[in-house]
Each structure stands twice: as C-alpha cells, then as structure tokens.
C-alpha cells in the first residue's frame, strides 16, 4: 500500500494506525468530496482508495443509491466466486450489509485480501434515534469494528460520511469502535501543487498571478473550489485576478457555512480607528506578527472589554482588515432539534480549522457558549456538552497563530473563568468610554473613514463638548452633519452644520453606575500595564469620586 504516494492525513491516520493492528475500521469524515493527491493525479476520494487497495483480491465500494460495487470486472467475480452468490446482488442496505458481513467472516477469503469502503455512511447509520433497519445497519457496522474475528483477517474497511456526529456515535464510540479520521482542507503546498496543473490545463486564461500567489489566495477552500474558481474565469475569458478569486471566495465560503457562520469583508484597517492608541498599538504589533507567521508570539485570543458603543466590534473588524486574514462571526447555533446543536458547533469548528489563518469574532461574548457554568440550563445537558466541546478547541495549541479569537463584552466577569485564563485568552484590552482628546480624534477619523469633504479645521471644540458621547454617538453626529451639508447644497461640512447636528442629537440615556461599574470590571480584569489607557487611574478616581457623591 505504501507504494502509492498518498495525502499526508491518509498515511498518518489510517496506513500507520492499521500497519501497527491498532484498528481495521476508519470513518473518514471533513472534506471527504473534494480531490485528493494519489500518486501524481487528483482524483476523488473513494477512486483514490480504490487505486490504495488496488493490490488486494476483494475491493468492494457501497452506497444507498448505487448499490455495491468493483472497480472491474475481475473484483465481482472473485467476490461472486468466494460468496458462491449468482444472483444480482442486493442494493438495498440491509441485504447488501449481509453480502459484506459475509465477505469480511468468511474464511475463503484469506487475510489482508478485503478492502470495503461504504460511501455516505450516515445515510446507512445516521446519528439520533434509528428505527429497526437503520438499527441492524447501526449494530452491524459496530460488530465489523469490534469482533476480533474478523480483525484477525486484516480487511481494510472505511466509512465516509461529511461529519462524523452525523454517523451513530455506537459506530465509533469506545476504544473498540472505528477509528475517527478527519480529511483536512488542503494546505498550501497541495494548493500550490494543484494551481501549477491548473494553470497548465488553461493555458488561455490570462493568470495576473502565479499558481502559488493563487493557492496563497485560496486558503480554505477545496481543490474543487479552486478549479470552479479558474474555470469560471475561463469560461468568461476574463483575467484570473486576486479581487475575483477573493469575491468567488467569500461566495463560496457563504454557500459551504453560511448556516454557522458569518463571512466578513471589514472595509477599514487599524488607521480608520480615533482614540484607542493602547489598543490599536497592541494590535497593530500582533498584526505584524500574524503576517510575518510568527505564530510561536501569536495571542490565543484576545478580548476587547468595556462598556457599550466604544467601537469594540469596529475595533475587532479593523483589526482582522490589519491582519489581512479572513474575519467570521458565528450565527446562532442552538437549535430544537436533538443533537443539532451539537451538530451545528462541530460544524462551525471544523469550518474554522479549515479556513485558517482566521479571526473568529464573539460578539456578547459573555452570553456565548452558555455564559458561565454556574448558571442554570435545565436544556439535559446540551449546553455543559457544547461548552466542553469548546474549552477543548479554543484550548488546542496547534490553532496559536492560526486561528485568532477575539471577544467582545461589555461584562467581561460573566465569561467562564476557564475561557479567560491564558492559552484560551492571553490579550485583554480595555476599551473605555473616550476623553476629550480620544473624541476628538474620533470627529477626524470618522470624516477621514467616510471620505466626507470637510471644512472643519479644528475639531477640539466639538470633542470638548460631547462629554459622556461614545464613539458611535460622534460618528451618528459628523454623518448628520453632513446630510446637513447636502440639504443646504453645500460643497463641504462646515463648524456651523457639525454645531447644528449636535444641537439636534439628544444623547443615548445612560446609566453611569453601570458604566463605571463596566469600567471598573474591564480595568480589574486587565493583566498588562501597556494594555490599560494612559489615564487609567485618572478613570478610577473619577468613578471612585462619583461613587462617594452618590453615598
């Protein structure tokens, strides 16, 4: 078998694992539809095995819609011959499992001599509660992994399925079930490799970028995502780019996991950000080290604290824009349905591993994954089973530098101690409510941000009086300034227009005791000097001050 150049996961998760007798089994499961490198070709996955066994007497392939299968002539009869069967064999499951069974236990077929490889196996033994013939399919599959008899005759059986929850966990469950094997997105190398027979296959299509400038583009995507992406370019006769392949990118990636997650295209970099320079110098630095790919100084994650309308959100987009990486935010994952929502996370997580470098924004970070686990669920354990699942990813050390979450919160306390520590979350940055000379660097960047033509020269007495404003409450009055301005058919915004949008913007009633309490929370939870404002302590007695007033 080994003498087939195979993918890197194949020969580490199934070859090794079955030369050594630790399991005969393997349930294969991630991107098992896309190509996959055999030798000096790319062929799908289930043709790949079939040239992986291609050595061995009995190569039989399954599934619900297909029935079974040979890879010629030759392999059906070797098969009909040990089984003495002459009828047509059975597609249906049931039947079909009993020719297999009987193929993998009988002793006219000597050991090593089996390779069965049953395709969309969570149609024949799908997770959940099964009815009867899904139960016998379920019960059968387990035996193959578990009875040392037929383990002894050395057969090579693989499962193939898109996610593993979705194949009944008594398949695979305990030290005797079948071996678990996730197929990975390509790497860059393999995407390299394929973009190089790409561009010798379209020879008329005007690449504006080498196949390895191609393949550093296409992160995350699949061989086959990559041949849609060159082929559309070549049906159209229109230039092979970087803007169409990022746009053909984020379309694909929006069709694949748009159900579980968010794609952003953040429009602005850490410069469009006013008055946060603790943050945006830390962020910047970690930026560069992302780019450069040194992960070793990567941040496992990184949480921006503080009260509401700083521009923690903005923030966190700018940051990913910096970073030049692809930014998500997860949707909704809960679901009625049992076992979906489990479901729905493996999915969000298998994504994120695959599309990374990635930034991974949680906002309300504090509400996520259940929130604390001191509060009460009632929901028969779906959430302590989500949040174990998640303490365990964001945990994983091989995602540093790779995958880079960042939470958003106004109550940094409420997020589970267990995601704060370091190696889930080793940044944490304050981002408070803005002072006078923050402001007035908010009012500059928000023109500069919305490209708004301005004949403010001096911002200074705006910021001096917006006290108490937010960043999203200056940004509402520059915008408002300016529709001033076109009502009145000016060619800029003028001090006069900026004077009459805050005269008309009633500020958004806030609770001071909550800020400062927010405030206080974020300033607490900081453990690095260079990460809190400069007037840090002048914010603390100020809130101390008011505290005392008020008692």
């Not at 990635?358 to 686990?373: K, L, P, T």
């Amino acid at each position: 078998m080994r003498s087939l150049q195979v993918p890197a996961w194949l020969s580490a998760g199934v070859l090794e694992r079955y030369l050594a007798g630790a399991s005969h089994l393997f349930l294969l499961h991630g991107n098992v539809r896309d190509l996959q490198a055999f030798g000096d070709e790319w062929v799908p996955l289930v043709e790949g095995l079939k040239r992986l066994t291609r050595r061995r007497t009995f190569v039989v392939t399954y599934d619900v819609s297909s029935g079974i299968g040979f890879p010629d002539a030759e392999r059906e009869k070797a098969l009909r011959k040990a089984l003495g069967v002459k009828a047509a064999l059975p597609a249906d499951p049931g039947r079909a499992l009993v020719v297999l069974d009987a193929l993998l236990t009988t002793d006219r077929c000597p050991a090593g001599s089996v390779a069965v490889v049953i395709d969309y196996a969570h149609a024949l033994a799908p997770a959940g509660p099964a009815g009867g013939s899904e139960r016998q399919n379920v019960t059968t599959l387990a035996r193959w992994a578990s009875d040392p008899g037929i383990a002894a005759r050395r057969p090579l059986v693989f499962l193939i399925a898109p996610s593993a929850q979705e194949v009944s966990d008594e398949v695979y469950a305990g030290a005797s079930g079948a071996e678990v094997v996730a197929v990975p997105r390509p790497d860059l190398d393999a995407r390299s490799g394929f973009a190089r027979r790409l561009r010798a296959d379209a020879p008329e299509t005007a690449w504006r970028l080498s196949p390895e400038e191609l393949a550093a583009e296409t992160g995350g995507l699949s061989l086959v995502q990559m041949e849609d992406i060159v082929q559309r370019a070549r049906g159209a006769a229109e230039p092979l780019d970087r803007a169409a392949i990022v746009q053909r990118k984020v379309d694909l990636l929006r069709e694949e996991y748009g159900d579980v997650l968010e794609i952003l295209q953040p429009r602005h970099g850490l410069s469009a950000v006013g008055g946060l320079e603790h943050a945006t110098r830390e962020l910047k630095e970690v930026a560069e080290i992302m780019r450069r790919g040194q992960y070793a100084a990567a941040p496992m994650g990184i949480i921006l604290m503080g009260p509401p309308g700083t521009g923690k959100s903005y923030l966190a987009e700018c940051f990913a824009r910096e970073c030049g990486m692809l930014c998500v935010r997860f949707r909704p994952l809960r679901q009625m349905y049992v076992g979906q929502s489990e479901r729905n996370q493996e999915k969000a997580f298998a994504a994120i591993r695959a599309l990374a470098p990635v930034v991974v924004m949680v906002d309300e970070s504090d509400q996520a994954e259940g929130g604390s686990r001191d509060q009460g669920t009632g929901d028969s354990g779906v959430t302590e089973r989500m949040r174990g699942s998640a303490f365990a990813f964001w945990g994983d050390s091989a995602l540093r530098g790779r995958v880079l979450r960042i939470d958003i919160t106004n109550r940094v306390d409420l997020i589970d101690a267990a995601m704060r520590r370091s190696g889930r979350t080793d940044i944490k940055i304050p981002i408070l409510m803005p002072d006078e000379e923050a402001r007035r660097q908010i009012f500059e960047v928000t023109v500069r941000k919305h490209q708004l033509p301005s004949a403010v020269k001096d911002f200074t007495p705006f910021a001096r009086r917006t006290g108490g404003y937010t960043g999203s409450d200056i940004e509402l009055a520059v915008t408002t300034a300016w529709r001033f301005a076109l009502r009145d058919g000016a060619p800029a915004m003028t001090d006069a227009h900026l004077t009459a949008a805050l005269d008309d913007l009633i500020p958004t009633a806030r609770d001071q005791r909550t800020i400062d309490r927010m405030t206080l929370i974020a300033l607490d939870e900081c453990r690095n000097k260079r990460l809190l404002p400069g007037n840090a302590d002048a914010i603390r007695k100020e809130i101390e001050a008011r505290a005392e007033a008020r008692s």
